[in-house]
């Protein structure tokens, strides 16, 4: 297999080491979806609260992440948005009674920012990474799909919005570790990894070597 110079060769090493991110974070994505769908969530404090507890996990992994990166950008990034999410969730952990319409302009709120995002850096990579931006577009779109449910759907029940929030937390955290696993594949056979083989044709500081 052939790979780009420069742009190929450094996506390559930057997936071997990141993959495991948005795997981390499906899961967690995936786990709250589980709850949402199967906990008898009767009241919105208890719904802002198992959220909140998502929020701070998924905040402590990305603080965690930005910690072994610092020094650079990505870690630097990582370490503000780990800050700002075990913030928020401690808020919503220990707000008082709260109502139905106010979680869910919270959860919409979170939900589209983190959409934004995924979607915005999926489309940036989408000629260098193959069919892994795919994953993280559909991630992206699912949940800014759902910022829009919460918000266009305030009169709803607590039950039926729980069950709705929930699928769709399973549905994105699903393409979240699509996405990582596609990112290892990517790195494991791009140059240096896994699946690169010494001898003819091996790619060395962007140029093919004939043995």
Known sequence: MTYMA????????LARQIWYWPVIRGVIMVLFGLVALFAPL?????????????VIVDGIASLIDGIRRRGTGVGSLNTGMGVVAIGFGLVLLFLPEITL?????????????????QLIASLGMRRRAGASWVWGTIS????????IVCVVNPETTLAVMTLIIGAF???????MIALGFRMRKLGDDGPQGPAAKSGPGEVI???IIEG
């Not at 420069?6 to 090493?13: E, R, Y």
């Not at 404090?45 to 909140?52: D, R």
Request: net charge negative.
């Open 6 to 13: 420069a742009g190929g060769t450094n996506f390559a090493g």
């Open 42 to 54: 009767e009241t919105p404090p208890a719904l802002v609260q198992v959220f909140g507890i998502f």
């Open 101 to 117: 319409g106010i979680v869910l302009i919270l959860i919409a709120l979170w939900a589209f920012i983190i959409g934004v995002f």
């Open 205 to 207: 500081e962007g140029e």
């Open 140 to 147: 992206g779109i699912l949940l800014i799909a759902l910022a």
């Open 169 to 175: 937390a399973v549905a994105v955290g699903i393409a």
